[in-house]
C-alpha cells in the first residue's frame, strides 16, 4: 500500500510517498525562498528590524502544499493510491486564527487555497522556534508557574523562548483585541494537517509538549500555565491527541485537485523531531539521532521521561509512545560554516583537515565556537574563544581549527546530553553535515561509539508516511525500520579506542571553559 508524508519544515515542505510492498519512495521539495519569492523568504522567514524576531508568512506554507502535490503529480505519483497521510512540522512555530478551520474549511476547489486561507487570518504572522524576542514572557510565565522547576516538571522544559507558549503570551500583550479575536490556535504541523482535512486538527502530544503547555504526566494542557500565559486560552486549543490518532479524512478540495481518493484518512502530525525519530528508526530506547543541519539537534527515546537538570535539554512526546529527549544547538552548521569561510576550506578540505593533519586532542588547540546565541548552553550573544598554540591562537592554523570546532562541538553534545541516560553505544546520523567524514571520525571518538548514516535523506517526511502506514496497515515499526530506515553501512564509523583516554582528558577542560563563559555571562531573570 502507498502512504504519503509531508514535512513543513523551516526553508522547504517537502512530500514523500512510500509503498509498503515494493519499498519505493519517491520525493519532492518545493523550496520556499526560490519557489515562492513572492514571500520576500529566501530562508523561509521575513526580514525584520529586530534581529530577535523571526516570523513566516503562513500563507506561504499554504501555497507550498498546492505546489508540492502538483510536483508530486508531475512526477507521475498517482495520488489515488495513497492510502493514508500523516506528517509534520517545524517545531515551536503558531498560527492564529478568527474563525476555527472546522467553521471555515469546507474548501472550494474553485478557488486556491491561499485565497480562502487569506481571511482567516488574525495575526498576519507566524512567530517560528528561530524567534528570540519572548524573554520576558518566558520569565513572567515562569514567575507565575512557580520556578524554573516547576517548569520542567510539568512540561519537560524551561520556559523558552523559542517555546509556542511564550510566543502566544507576547501576542496576547503587544496585540489584545487581535489576540480576544483569535478563535483558534495552530502549531505548524496542526496548521497543515487542518488544511489538508477541512477540519480543525488537534496538535499531537510529539509536538504539544514543545509548547510549554502541555502537562506532560496528565498529557493535557496543564490549567495553570494556560493561566500563566495568556487569557481565554484554553478556548484557543482544541485538547491534545496521542500521535497515532486519526484527525479527519483528506478535503474535497485535494480529492478534486490532485486527484486522492475520498475518505483517505490523516493521522495527526507531529514536530519535525518527534517524526525524525520515527524516519530513523530510533522509536525504541537505546539509539541516539544525531542531525547535523543549521543547527545541530541529539535526541533521543526514553522509556520514563527524565529532565534536564540544568534547564536546556527538552522532552517532547515520541510518537510510537513513551517520550523523547532532545538538545539543540544552535552553533552546527552555522558555526563550521564560520571556521571553513573564515580559512577558505571546502568540505573535502575541512574532512581531510580532521583525518589527516591533525589527531585526537588537537595537540592542546581548543575552541568555543559560539558564533551566533547558543541554545545549549544558554549564550545570549556570540562567544568564540581560542586556546592553545600561539600558532592556532592567531588564526594561522586551519587544520587545527577545523578539528577545534568538531571537537568542541562533539564534546559539548555529550556534556548537554548527559541528562538523557547511558551513554549511546550506536547513533544515527542526519542532515547535511553527516556526508562528512570528517566530523564522523570526531563523533565517534568523542562519544565512542559506532556513527550509522541512513541511507534516505528526508528522516522527517519518511516519519509521517511511516507513521500513517503504521496506523492504517498495522505493520509493525520493526518491519517498516528494516524496509525504509535501513542504515548505510558502507559509510559506518567505528570508533578508535586509543582516543578514548585523550578525550576523557578533554571533556572537563571544555566544561571548565564553558562554566568560565557562563560565569560572565549576564543571568536570565
Ligand atoms: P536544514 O534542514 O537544517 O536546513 P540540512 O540538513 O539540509 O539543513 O544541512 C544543511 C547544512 O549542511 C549546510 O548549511 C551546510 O553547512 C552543511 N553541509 C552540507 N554539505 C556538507 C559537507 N559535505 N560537510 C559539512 N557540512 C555540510
Ligand atoms: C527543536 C527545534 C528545531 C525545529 C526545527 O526544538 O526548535 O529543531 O524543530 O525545525
Known amino acids: 500500500m502507498r502512504f504519503l508524508g509531508l514535512d513543513s519544515s523551516t526553508q522547504s ?54 505546489l508540492v502535490l502538483g510536483d508530486l503529480r508531475a512526477a507521475g505519483v498517482d495520488l489515488r493510491a495513497i492510502r493514508g497521510v500523516s506528517g509534520a512540522g517545524q517545531q515551536h512555530g503558531s498560527v492564529y486564527l478568527g ?31 528561530m524567534d528570540a524576542s519572548t524573554g520576558a514572557e518566558c520569565a513572567e510565565i515562569t514567575r507565575a508557574a512557580g520556578g524554573d ?4 516538571a510539568i512540561t519537560g522544559s524551561v520556559a523558552i523562548e523559542r517555546f509556542t507558549g511564550p510566543q502566544i503570551r507576547k501576542f496576547s500583550k503587544d496585540d489584545p483585541a487581535a489576540y480576544e479575536g483569535t478563535a483558534e490556535i495552530h502549531l505548524v504541523s496542526s496548521f497543515i494537517a487542518s488544511l489538508l482535512t477541512g477540519q480543525s486538527a488537534p496538535i ?19 490549567p495553570q500555565l494556560l493561566d500563566a500565559t495568556a487569557p481565554g486560552l484554553k478556548r484557543k486549543l482544541k485538547p491534545a491527541v496521542p500521535s497515532a490518532s486519526y484527525v ?7 480529492v478534486s485537485r490532485y486527484g486522492f481518493s475520498p475518505e483517505t484518512p490523516v493521522i495527526a502530525f507531529t514536530g519535525d523531531n518527534p517524526s525524525s ?28 521521561p527524565r529532565t534536564d537538570p540544568k534547564g536546556y535539554g527538552n522532552v517532547f512526546g515520541n510518537p510510537a509512545g513513551g517520550f523523547m529527549a532532545l538538545c539543540c544547538f544552535s552553533n552546527g552548521s552555522l558555526a563550521r560554516e564560520e571556521i571553513a569561510k573564515k580559512f577558505s576550506l571546502g568540505w573535502e578540505d575541512f574532512a ?3 583525518l589527516e593533519r591533525t589527531k585526537p586532542g588537537n595537540d592542546g588547540n581548543m575552541l568555543l565556537p559560539y558564533f551566533v546565541p547558543e541554545i545549549s548552553p544558554r549564550l545570549p550573544a556570540p562567544a568564540v574563544r581560542w586556546f592553545g598554540a600561539p600558532d592556532f591562537v592567531a588564526g594561522k592554523n586551519p587544520a587545527a581549527a577545523a578539528r577545534a570546532v568538531v571537537e568542541a562541538q562533539a564534546l559539548s553534545m555529550r556534556i548537554h546530553s548527559a541528562f538523557i541516560g547511558e551513554p549511546p553505544r550506536r547513533i544515527l546520523v542526519t542532515g547535511g553535515a553527516s556526508k562528512n567524514a570528517g566530523i564522523l571520525r570526531v563523533l565517534a571518538d568523542v562519544f565512542q561509539a559506532e556513527i550509522v548514516p541512513l541511507r534516505v535523506g528526508n528522516s522527517s517526511a519518511l516519519g509521517g508516511a511511516l507513521r500513517a502506514a503504521q496506523a492504517v496497515e498495522g505493520r509493525p515499526w520493526n518491519v517498516l525500520y528494516t524496509r525504509f530506515a535501513a542504515p548505510d553501512l558502507d559509510r559506518r564509523v567505528t570508533p578508535d579506542q586509543g582516543s578514548k583516554v585523550t578525550y576523557e582528558g578533554i571533556l572537563p577542560q571544555l566544561q571548565d571553559k564553558i562554566k568560565d563563559l557562563l560565569a560572565q555571562t549576564p543571568p536570565r531573570r
Open 149 to 152: 522547576d516547576k517548569m520542567v
Open 248 to 254: 479527519g479524512t483528506v478535503a474535497d478540495y485535494f
Open 352 to 354: 581531510a583537515a580532521i
Open 204 to 222: 499531537d502530544f510529539g509536538d504539544g509538549a514543545g509548547m510549554n503547555l502541555l502537562d506532560l504526566a496528565a498529557g493535557a494542557w496543564s
Open 13 to 66: 515542505l517537502t512530500a514523500l510517498v512510500i509503498d509498503t510492498d515494493t519499498g519505493e519512495v519517491i520525493d519532492r521539495s518545493v523550496a520556499f525562498g526560490p519557489r515562492l519569492p513572492g514571500y520576500k523568504s529566501p530562508n523561509g522567514f521575513l526580514a525584520s528590524e529586530d534581529p530577535r524576531i523571526k516570523h513566516s508568512d503562513p500563507l506561504m506554507w499554504v501555497e507550498a502544499l498546492d
Open 99 to 129: 474563525r476555527t478551520i472546522d467553521e471555515a474549511g469546507a474548501w472550494s476547489s474553485r478557488e486556491p487555497l491561499v485565497d480562502q486561507v487569506r481571511p482567516l487570518l488574525s495575526r498576519k504572522t507566524a512567530p517560528i522556534w
Open 277 to 304: 525519530l520515527v524516519g530513523m528508526g530510533a522509536t525504541e530506547p537505546g539509539t541516539a539521532v544525531v542531525s547535523l543541519g543549521t543547527s545541530d539537534t541529539m535526541f533521543a527515546a526514553m522509556t520514563a
